[in-house]
Structure formats: structure tokens, C-alpha cells
């Protein structure tokens, strides 16, 4: 076994660095950046498909998507999502419990696109588009499980 990869194994962001510079192209945030509704999220998926149930997929996702429901009903607004930041944060906590190596539930690298995606949230704006992006992740992994069959 080769200790170089098992070192970048142990790495938490490790295939993840494309977070380091953010979600969108412009300062304003007002421009997603396409590759996390395309190539990014295509290339996240392929890496996710083996090892992932549809049903771990759903319960994170679910999670996630509860969150941005309960801030779109209670205002939609910066103030709101202040209060749900916490909550989103927690999933990080989840997701690392569910990889536990002794009795995993979810393999490590879905508990690092999660932690290292989830780390970038500051705003609102990021969240609505780290969202974005987990959904186009969720749509090809559906996509090639529905190749395969």
C-alpha cells in the first residue's frame, strides 16, 4: 500500500479544494460558478456512486433541505439564516459520526464533500448556492444509478 495515498486519504478536503475559492465568480455572489451545476458536481458524483445508498444520500440532503425550507418560510433573509447557521453546521458533526471508520454509514469521501462544502457556508448566499450545487451532485448520482439498471 502506498503511504502517499493513504496520507491524502486521511485528508479532509482532499478532493475538495475546489471549495477553497467559493461559489460564485463575482465578489457580489450574484454568479454561481457553472462547474458546480456541471462538471464538478458530474465528476463529485462518479466519485460518490460506489459505496453511497440512495437512502444515505436522502437523509443528508433531506437535512439540508429542511434547513433552506424552514429559512425561505421564516423570512428568506440574512437574519433568518443567522439563526439556521448552527443547524447547518451540525451537519458536518452528523455526517463524521455517520463515517465512523469502526462502523461507517456513509463512506468518508461523501463526509468530506459534505464538511468540506458545508466549512465555506458564511452567508446565505453561499448556502443557497452550496445547495445548488449538493443537488446536481444528488441528480447525477441518481442519473448513473439509473444508467445502471
Known amino acids: 500500500m502506498n503511504h502517499k495515498n493513504q496520507k491524502q486519504d486521511s485528508n479532509p478536503d482532499g478532493d475538495f479544494k475546489y471549495f477553497d475559492n467559493g461559489f460564485f465568480e463575482d465578489k457580489d455572489k450574484t454568479i454561481i460558478k457553472k462547474e458546480l451545476l456541471d462538471q464538478k458536481a458530474e465528476e463529485i458524483a462518479k466519485n460518490l456512486q460506489s459505496g453511497l445508498t440512495s437512502a444515505q444520500l436522502r437523509k443528508f440532503y433531506h437535512d439540508a433541505k429542511t ?83
Not at 469502526?102 to 448556502?127: C, M, R, S
Not at 445548488?132 to 445502471?148: D, R, S, T
Open 67 to 149: 434547513i433552506q425550507r424552514r429559512i425561505e418560510l421564516e423570512g428568506n433573509n440574512e437574519e433568518i439564516f443567522k439563526k439556521y447557521l448552527p443547524e447547518i453546521k451540525m451537519i458536518k458533526a452528523k455526517a463524521a459520526y455517520a463515517s465512523n471508520p469502526k462502523k461507517p454509514k456513509i463512506p468518508k469521501k461523501f463526509n468530506d464533500f459534505l464538511t468540506a462544502g458545508i466549512k465555506k457556508i458564511e452567508d446565505y448566499k453561499d448556502f443557497k448556492a452550496f445547495m445548488k450545487h449538493f443537488e446536481a451532485v444528488v441528480g447525477y448520482l441518481y442519473g448513473f444509478e439509473l444508467k445502471e439498471r
